[in-house]
């Protein structure tokens, strides 16, 4: 088994902009296990688009290495390390692999009969 990379992840609250991006995004959520693939896999990062903040049950799904810049970092203290440490330990102890958004995002549109 390969060993699975430590994420120092950002705090909640914090905004950021993806690769390729220029919409700031907030950072709602962090550690998420899917079933949108398959197998099942994770992600680092759940957010919304900001200022708009969360419509309908629109998530945007994303890992660490998307970041492009950070604007903000949101509110961190002593409890958020510990969970930042019980995220990384469960995923290091976790069947589950770090989805690829690149390769993902790419399946999406095929199924949709996009191209790009």
Avoid at 32 to 52: E, K, M, N, R
Avoid at 54 to 75: E, P, R, S
Wanted: charge should be negative.
């Amino acid at each position: 088994m390969k060993e699975k990379e430590r994420i120092e992840y950002l705090p909640l609250g914090s905004i950021v902009i993806l690769r390729g991006g220029v919409q700031k995004i907030v950072i709602n959520a962090r550690g998420l296990v899917t079933a949108t693939t398959t197998p099942a896999g994770y992600f680092d990062y759940g957010g919304s688009l900001y200022p708009q903040g969360i419509i309908g049950d629109q998530i945007l799904y994303f890992n660490h290495k998307d970041i492009a810049k950070i604007v903000f970092t949101g509110y961190t203290d002593d409890d958020d390390k510990m969970m930042v440490d019980n995220i990384n330990e469960w995923y290091e102890n976790s069947e589950f692999e770090r989805i690829d958004t690149e390769e993902w995002n790419r399946q999406r549109r095929q199924e949709r009969g996009e191209h790009k």
